[in-house]
């Protein structure tokens, strides 16, 4: 039995068969809306989520199976002080799969350990979210048909951001991949993320400035400032707004630019971006449905 608990658990060869899958859902639906049939999801969200909880329902019902689940920690036994150990241990007695977001970095970890049923990380504390970035991969490659030899700029919160540590940890596997970390001092990429780069020698330049990166990126990364995880009011305030995306900053950029947002957006990219044919940020989406529609299959070793 296995559990997706950060990215690096799939070899880029697995990563390659999600996206093939999740590209063949893509293009005949029909053929794959009963293969969970009288299979059960459980969502166990301690923390608030529209788009990660409802792709994974959704991505379970189009598979044919079913859905159970609670959308905050004040709906479950949590508020009474039970475990997550043992939340999951009862949640396995229900359902075949379980996704799971918590506030707390490595608890998802912590249940898989105890879980009678796979376990997927969808999101822990300003740790990782090895689903986002797999929507994110499948975004990147029906944009560009490739990981190797892109550009990478990362902007924003890259200190609390899980997307972004779970996407580099993915890109970094690939040849010529190089990023650009734009962000302001107080949230650059955490020390030992940097670390890492440094012994692998994979490429990186640090910024604090979007434009002067502009033109050199073929894909841009663009997050929120992630309010939860800071520990005071007046930092969020002075850093919220650190970047805004608007059309005019896009002028310098390559045509070929491809940007990509895990949503949810709060100022950071400007509604005027929406229509610019380099938006990708609702294509990745409705590709994060397709990929845990994949993801779902193969935790669960359905043919
Ligand atoms: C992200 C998350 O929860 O980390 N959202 C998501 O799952 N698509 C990004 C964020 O909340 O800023």
Known sequence: MRSLIDIIDLTVEEIDELIATANDIIANPDKYAEKCKRKKLATLFFE????????????MLELGGSVIGFSGANNSSAAKGESVSDTVRTVGCYADIIAMRHPKEGAPMIASMRSPVPIINAGDGGHNHPTQTLADLLTIHREKGRFDHLTVGLCGDLKFGRT????????????GVQFVMISPDELKVPEYIIQELEKEGIPYTETRSLEEAMPTLDILYMTRVQQERFFNEADYIRLKDSYILTPDKLETAKSSLSILHPLPRVNEISVAVDNDPRACYFKQVSNGKYIRMAL????????
């Open 164 to 175: 972004v540590h779970s996407l580099i940890h993915a890109l970094s596997r690939y040849e």
């Open 296 to 303: 779902i299959l193969k935790l669960l070793e359905v043919e």
């Open 48 to 59: 608030p989520s529209t788009r990660t909880r409802l792709s994974f329902e959704s991505a």
